[in-house]
């Protein structure tokens, strides 16, 4: 249904516009995994906001901390001002996030989104190393402003910088030749021979799970030996786990599991806890080099965010959320692996870990189809990868089983919908 707000934003609004043009109807109401819009239809979030909203729309805790802070008059803006509330944010993660996994760093606030905390982490690397070059990896995305940008494979975003972007060689992630060679074996090739034409860079950068190059998950043991070799040569380590971490890919930090530590972090989305903008640098102290005031941001002291993520952060207190949420990821799996057996057609294979799963069709177009054809079963989910091939399950982490299995049901039925659109239905279907 066109309705008179829609018509506003389709006539105001940039052409630069996307996400209003897959869920064409204007929501006016959330809560949890649900959203509504204004007929009242309902929706199953599958999508959380690109994995902003971890802990779905609305938690209640949360809004009733947020709600008593500004009732009170609490500090909103401050810019990097002391403030109670970025204390006691600072103290909470120390105590619930950094000591139970013996981590140590120094927290920069480097402005409220994704990319400003790439671009400072970029910034710290080149700084302490006097080195130029950043080597990224294939079908990594880490942002939309130039530096950020010039380490993102996506051709399509790197066209619109409009310049060339330099200073960040790029070198293939785990599994990207599809075959038994070690990826790492060829990158560590590169920076033993002077003759690569690759300088030793300031620092690799990497997602341990690519959300939106397809989903694709570098084993652990790929992750440690990447981490071997940057100590080996001096190279910063940067994790983005903007969209990864806060427990999207099973436990807090994703690089966990390979038991590392990179010299820098990158935090944003979910670290709100509300959806609210924040994003924090983690630098390792000796690395903290910055001089006051040079890298800065009008908003890197959202004190409402703090308020929030100082909240969200009681779900980590209790070992039995994380067990929740391996315990929900296996049932995300299985039912991922059952699609692809029982519909064999969709040439399908499953991609990610934990709550940021999909399926790959080998089918052109079928992905987009499912997402299309979810909206309409009232779910609401996504496409990644370089041709839109993935369909991607990103719930909330505190999803209850009644809403997960609400979903995945949604979710077959979007396949067979999107099957019978495609006419894929001449292929014997495994009972």
Not at 103 to 123: C, Q
Not at 210 to 231: P, T, Y
Not at 257 to 284: F, H, M, N, Q, R
Not at 387 to 397: M, T
């Amino acid at each position: 249904m066109n309705s008179h707000d829609l018509q506003t934003i389709e006539s105001l609004e940039s052409s630069v516009r996307s996400y209003v043009r897959s869920f064409p109807t204007v929501f006016t109401k959330a809560r949890g995994y649900r959203m509504w819009d204004e007929n009242g239809k309902e929706y199953i979030d599958f999508f959380s906001g690109a994995g902003a909203l971890n802990y779905g729309h609305n938690e209640p805790n949360m809004k009733k901390k947020l709600v008593e802070y500004i009732l009170d008059d609490g500090i909103t803006h401050s810019l990097d001002m002391a403030s109670n509330a970025k204390a006691e944010f600072l103290r909470t993660f120390k105590e619930v996030i950094l000591e139970p996994r013996d981590l140590d760093y120094k927290i920069m606030f480097p402005g409220p989104t994704g990319t400003n905390t790439v671009e400072s982490a970029l910034k710290i690397a080149r700084k302490v190393t006097g080195r130029t070059d950043v080597i990224s990896f294939t079908n990594g995305f880490h942002g939309m402003t130039i530096g950020s940008l010039s380490v993102t494979g996506n051709s399509m975003k790197r066209i619109g910088a409009g310049v060339p972007l330099q200073y960040s060689p790029t070198m293939p992630y785990d599994d990207f030749v599809g075959s038994e060679d070690d990826t790492l074996d060829y990158l560590r090739r590169f920076l033993e021979d002077n003759g690569s034409g690759v300088a030793i860079p300031a620092a690799m950068i990497i997602e341990t799970v690519q959300g939106e190059g397809g989903l694709n998950a570098a084993r652990f043991e790929w992750i440690k030996k990447l981490s071997d070799i940057c100590k080996e040569w001096g190279i910063f380590l940067i994790v983005d786990d903007v969209q990864a971490g806060v427990g999207r890919a099973g436990t807090f930090f994703s690089f966990e599991k390979a038991g590392i530590e990179p010299d820098v972090v990158c935090l944003s989305k979910s670290i709100g806890g509300y959806g609210l903008p924040l994003a924090l640098t983690l630098i390792k102290p000796e690395h903290d080099q910055f001089k006051p005031g040079e890298h800065n941001g009008t908003f890197r002291g959202n004190n409402h965010a703090f308020v929030t993520a100082t909240e969200a952060l009681s779900y980590w207190k209790d070992p039995k959320f994380e067990q929740s949420i391996q315990k929900k990821s296996d049932r995300i799996t299985e039912f991922l692996d059952e699609m692809i057996e029982k519909y064999p057609q969709i040439q399908g294979h499953r991609k990610g870990r934990a709550f940021m799963q999909g399926i790959s069709s080998e089918v052109e177009g079928f992905s987009e189809k499912v997402a299309s054809e979810g909206f309409h079963h009232g779910l609401i989910m996504e496409t990644a990868g370089g041709h839109d091939q993935v369909f991607k399950l990103f719930p909330p982490i505190n999803i209850d089983e009644d809403g997960l299995e609400q979903g995945l049901e949604l979710i077959e039925k979007s396949i067979q919908s999107a099957i019978k659109a495609m006419n894929l239905e001449s292929d014997p279907v495994k009972q």
